[in-house]
Structure formats: structure tokens, C-alpha cells
């Protein structure tokens, strides 16, 4: 079993920016890739990111490419989303996610999610 906790969400304006932490524990020791995922308030929870477990080659949503970027730290069990020139529309809860391949992060197919963190841009 792995734990994930976000952290780092917050309100801010326009423009701004936020970093989001997730730190994991339990079995840390499996190579897992992490991704972020986010749900607007009636929408249906949609991929952000993803990063694999060597953390090279990493995917965006085509609406946050070129503004977010995520990275992890395996030293420190932790991994990031940046995200720069935050939009109202990224308003959402933004949920850290893991899971044993690349593909299945991408697919959404996770074996564990974080508990979410509320971001909130204002106009």
C-alpha cells in the first residue's frame, strides 16, 4: 500500500503561481509513476500530468502544457506540480495519483490517490 498526501493548494489570482506537493509512504520502495489528476465542480475528474518513476519524458493535458510542470524527488518520496500563469478555469481539486506503469497514470487507471487539495483562482 502506498499513502499519498497533497499539499500546497490554496487561492490565488490570476497569473499567479502554486506549487503542490505530494509526499508518499507505505511501500515506497515499488517504482511507481505519479501523475496528477482535477475536478472541477461538476465536471468529471480529468489527467494534469504524469511523470514516470526515473522521472524523463513526462505527458501534460494540452490545456496546462507550456504553464505547469511536474517533477519528483524519489530521495524524498515526493513529487510536484508547478503550475505558473494560473487561470480561473484551473479552478479544481487536484488530486495526486500512483500507480505501477506510465500508461495506466495516463489512462487514469491508478492503483492509489491522494485525498486532494482545493485550488481556486480568482478573476
Known amino acids: 500500500q502506498v499513502q499519498l498526501v497533497e499539499s500546497g493548494g490554496g487561492l490565488v489570482q490570476a497569473g499567479d503561481s502554486l506549487r503542490l506537493s505530494c509526499a508518499a509512504s507505505?511501500?515506497?520502495?515499488?517504482?511507481?509513476?505519479m501523475g496528477w489528476f482535477r475536478q472541477a465542480p461538476g465536471k468529471e475528474r480529468e489527467f494534469v500530468a504524469a511523470?514516470?518513476?526515473?522521472?524523463?519524458?513526462?505527458s501534460y493535458a494540452d490545456s496546462v502544457k507550456g504553464r505547469f510542470t511536474i517533477s519528483r524527488d524519489n530521495a524524498k518520496n515526493t513529487g510536484y506540480l508547478q503550475m505558473n500563469r494560473l487561470k480561473p478555469e484551473d479552478t479544481a481539486v487536484y488530486y495526486c495519483?500512483?500507480?505501477?506503469?506510465?500508461?495506466?497514470?495516463?489512462?487514469?487507471?491508478?492503483?492509489?490517490w491522494g485525498q486532494g487539495t482545493q485550488v481556486t483562482v480568482s478573476s
Open positions: 495519483a500512483a500507480a505501477g506503469s506510465f500508461g495506466a497514470v495516463i489512462r487514469g487507471t491508478v492503483d492509489y
Open positions: 507505505g511501500r515506497t520502495s515499488s517504482r511507481y509513476a
Open positions: 511523470v514516470t518513476w526515473g522521472g524523463g519524458v513526462p
